[in-house]
């Protein structure tokens, strides 16, 4: 049997990266993709191939399929790994950087699988793994645009999986809670430029301070432990449709789904000391 080969987005670093090894230990020929190759130097020593792609730009997406299709003859497995969180106010937030976060979280996964899924359906076998988040079942204070995303993410999965069952090809979701990587100190810095001043300003720092903090870092997963997972996911014969996994994903999806919505505003509020009332700092 041909040895599987496998994508990965967004393996210059956290998720990406742990699974990108990972896959390869499991005995996969791994493809690891990002914008900066050179942040991925490292991974050579382990075996896995680099590409350089950017899920915003599609001439490099179709490069990088059509070179694994070239050297390998197939393609097993793709990781939509590759996003962001930008957070602020929806009052905030310029429309063209909500646009750019939906290019990257949902566009860049949803090209890549059609550019892929030709491929499989040929071999009649393969797996679309979506990241998603615990972000793409619950909701936050100017976390609109990021959220909105992975909601969407989410849609189109149970879609896409409805869709490729006649042809062998599993779509699976893993919705990762709190983990260790750049995505806090990013999400934390976008959301003080934007909503740090300004009326929405005591939400918008205490969010940053939230995603930043030295109590949030002490309690994120390991960007393994969601590796793990996703290697477990291609190991079973009948894959779930979605794992929820690391810090807070199962009981704050669990509140989600089980409490009234208000309710849930306030627990999120205090979990991430958002204040609930507050005097306006302008009109």
């Known amino acids: 049997m041909d040895t599987k080969v496998a994508l990965v987005t967004g393996a210059s670093s956290g998720i990406g990266e742990a699974t990108a090894l990972k896959l390869r230990e499991a005995g996969y020929t791994v493809y690891g993709a990002a914008r900066r190759v050179q942040r991925m130097q490292h991974l050579t020593k382990h075996g896995i ?9 599609d001439p490099s997406m179709q490069d990088g399929v059509e070179k694994i299709i070239a050297d390998t003859g197939r393609l097993d497995v793709l990781v939509n790994n590759a996003g962001y969180g930008s957070y602020g106010a929806v009052e905030d937030v ?22 892929v899924l030709p491929h499989m359906r040929a071999q009649r076998s393969g797996t679309i793994v979506n990241i ?7 909701y936050t204070s100017l976390g609109a645009w990021y959220h909105a995303t992975k909601f969407a993410l989410e849609a189109l999965s149970d879609c896409l999986r409805m869709e490729l069952k006649p042809f062998g090809i599993d779509v699976v979701v893993i919705e990762p809670g709190g983990v260790r990587s750049e995505w806090g100190g990013i999400a934390a810095q976008k959301v003080r430029a934007v909503s740090g001043t300004g009326p929405y300003a005591p939400q918008g720092n205490a969010m940053a301070d939230s995603l930043s903090s030295e109590a ?58 958002v204040p609930a009332n507050y005097e306006p700092a302008g009109n």
Not at 102 to 111: D, K, S
């Open 94 to 115: 310029p429309l063209q950087e909500a646009r750019e976060q939906f290019e990257v979280n949902v566009f860049g996964a949803a090209r890549l699988t059609q550019l």
């Open 132 to 138: 998603t988040s615990m972000g793409g079942r619950i």
């Open 49 to 57: 191939r680099l590409l350089a792609m950017d899920v915003t730009d």
């Open 216 to 273: 949030t870092e002490r309690r994120l997963s390991s960007p393994d432990l969601i590796a793990k997972t996703i290697v477990k996911s291609l190991r079973a014969r009948r894959p779930k449709t979605r794992y929820a996994v690391g810090f807070g994903a199962k009981p704050m999806i669990f509140l989600h789904n089980t409490l009234p919505n208000r309710t849930f505003d306030a627990i999120m509020r205090r979990v991430t000391g």
